[in-house]
């Protein structure tokens, strides 16, 4: 049969109490409920006749054990009420806690551990009937919880104060318990006699044992039939385990120390401890897949603010030598027109390059978007060289203004190489415009030279070389970096959106300095077209 899964609100925390039980979970879940199911079967018949007889650390050890394993998931229970607010959790968590608590009397009645009649003067019936009420009350608390769990949404919140629920439910439960403590022992006399002796159980004892494992698996029916959480999963192995304690410490054998008794009492040491293991296991993984969440989503935010910044300087950076184009070529069509005779053909070159600059400013915003947006590149087989033209045809008019002279070389048979042509462009146009900009602010020889040449066959390398200032050391470590410049009105994105644009190519972007003559050469590597064949362009020399 298939099982509801719980659907977890957004705004409500994942706890082990709502979240649903994985695959593995269950598997795991079965497989300690069917080994407690092996142990028994061993135990059962092995056991019932060895008689080991008392050993006296057995019980205080036994009981503290169990006494610290209840409290300990009582306080993660009571830890997760404080959550969820829970009506179920709070009936579960009380319910361990009364557990842990009635093991407190359990010891201090029982004959011979800290005095010969137990501490508090109790005859022979209060220590069993001590351990009926504990082994009752467990599932009568599991019943509780599966049975508020299941009430209407709006009756299952708790609406008082989670504190002062707690601290009640603390208080009430020791209530009870001494109540209960200072009725059995008081009433030993007239308790219905569940032993013959100190040793052996009668048959009324038999009678009730199995009234326990019944009541257990009217709680484990309840259990499998509104199981929906983690939470749920893991009360069934206790119940069960907590059923098969009751059957190894009555039936096998019926009397105090046999080897069934100790077997029942260690598997429910076990069993506990096993349990509270796997709550602490469960609660600490959810924790760490909360975290591993939570940090994702941090990065995941940050890097989003990243990508915005980055995206609005590029766009900022990029869109400006276009635009200043936009702005020179419209001026000097206006120059022409402003004369006294217009000179029509110089006004229709001018808005050519308007129009040009323009679909370039316009290809730009589209590249920057791509290049934020995974698998919105549009690789293809290029000329280098011929990106090479473009780029510095983009730049001629501000290479004439400068008067720098242009020299482009290539190697003869220059494989293809595969690129985004304008994103290429992008790359050249940056080196080229950085390049004039560092010679325009320095006197002497300007010359740009620009050499496309294979490198070790699967990559081509281009590289831009200028007379310019140069970089100095300190500089050449953070040019790359986003922000960095030593323009007035630089943005310092250039460089570090060319390194990024290159890495996406699968290539390398790195600069060297030429000590001789001061200037710097910046590089970069492009893959070959594995399916191209060489470039027929040979080597060029241009001059502006
Ligand atoms: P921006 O051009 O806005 O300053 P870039 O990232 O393109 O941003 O360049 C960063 C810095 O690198 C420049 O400010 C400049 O100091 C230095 N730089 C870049 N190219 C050169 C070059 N060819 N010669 C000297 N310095 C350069």
Not at 5 to 21: C, G
Request: charge should be neutral; proline fraction near 4%; charged fraction near 15%.
């Amino acid at each position: 049969m298939m099982k509801p899964v719980v659907i977890v609100p957004e705004d409500q925390p994942l706890t082990l109490a709502n979240l649903s039980p994985s695959p593995s979970q269950r598997r795991l879940a079965l497989a300690v409920a069917l080994s407690f199911l092996g142990v028994l079967l061993v135990s059962a018949g092995t056991l019932s006749n060895i008689q080991l007889g008392r050993i006296d650390a057995f019980v205080p050890a036994y009981g503290t054990a169990i006494f610290v394993n209840d409290l300990i998931t009582a306080v993660l229970l009571f830890n997760q009420f404080a959550i969820l607010r829970s009506r179920s959790l709070l009936a579960i968590s009380t319910g361990y806690l009364v557990t842990a608590l009635m093991v407190i009397p359990w010891m201090l009645t029982f004959p011979g551990l800290l005095t010969p009649d137990g501490l508090l003067g109790a005859g022979l019936q209060s220590t069993h009937w001590l351990y009926v009420l504990q082994y009752a009350s467990f599932p009568t608390f599991v019943i509780a919880y599966v049975l508020l769990k299941d009430t209407d949404p709006p009756k299952q919140s708790w609406d008082g104060s989670v504190g002062t629920t707690i601290v009640s439910s603390v208080l009430m439960s020791a209530a009870v318990v001494c109540s209960v403590t200072v009725v059995v022992t008081a009433g030993d006399a007239y308790l219905p006699r569940v032993s013959i002796d100190p040793v052996r159980f009668s048959t009324l004892w038999l009678y009730l044992a199995g009234c326990l494992i019944l009541w257990n698996a009217v709680a484990l029916i309840l259990l499998w039939i509104r199981q929906s959480s983690v939470l749920d999963l893991w009360l069934m192995v206790v119940v069960c385990a907590c059923a098969i304690e009751i059957y190894l410490v009555s039936f096998p054998d019926p009397a105090r120390f046999s080897g069934s008794w100790y077997a029942g009492r260690i598997f429910g040491f076990v069993s506990s401890i096993l349990v509270l293991f796997v709550l602490l296991h469960e609660i600490t993984t959810l924790y760490a897949q909360l975290l591993h969440a939570v940090l994702a989503q941090r990065r995941e935010r940050d890097a989003r603010l990243v990508t915005g910044d980055a995206v609005s300087a590029s766009i900022a950076h990029e869109v400006k030598q276009p635009l200043t184009a936009i702005i020179a070529s419209a001026n000097a069509g206006l120059n022409w027109l402003d004369r006294v005779e217009p000179d029509l053909d110089g006004v229709r070159k001018a808005f050519g390059r308007v129009v040009a600059a323009g679909h370039r400013a316009d290809a730009v915003i589209e590249n920057i978007r791509a290049q934020y947006r995974m698998g919105a590149r549009t690789r293809a087989s290029l000329d280098i060289d011929d990106v090479i033209q473009e780029a510095l045809s983009v730049v001629r008019d501000k290479l004439q203004a400068y008067q720098i002279a242009v020299q482009a070389r290539s190697d003869e048979r220059l494989p293809r190489v595969m690129g985004e042509r304008i994103q290429l462009q992008q790359v050249l146009v940056n080196l080229i415009t950085n390049a004039i900009d560092a010679m325009a602010a320095k006197n002497g020889e300007r010359r740009l030279s620009i050499k496309s040449e294979a490198r070790q066959s699967r990559y081509v390398m281009v590289s831009v070389e200028d007379t310019g200032k140069g970089l100095d050391r300190d500089a050449v470590d953070r040019i790359f970096n986003p922000m960095f410049t030593t323009k007035t009105h630089g943005m310092g994105m250039g460089l570090s959106i060319c390194r990024s644009i290159i890495e996406a190519h699968e290539g390398r972007l790195w600069v060297t300095v030429d000590t001789s003559r001061g200037g710097a050469i910046f590089h970069f590597t492009v893959p070959v077209d594995p399916d191209g064949s060489a470039s027929s362009i040979a080597a060029s020399a241009a001059s502006a």
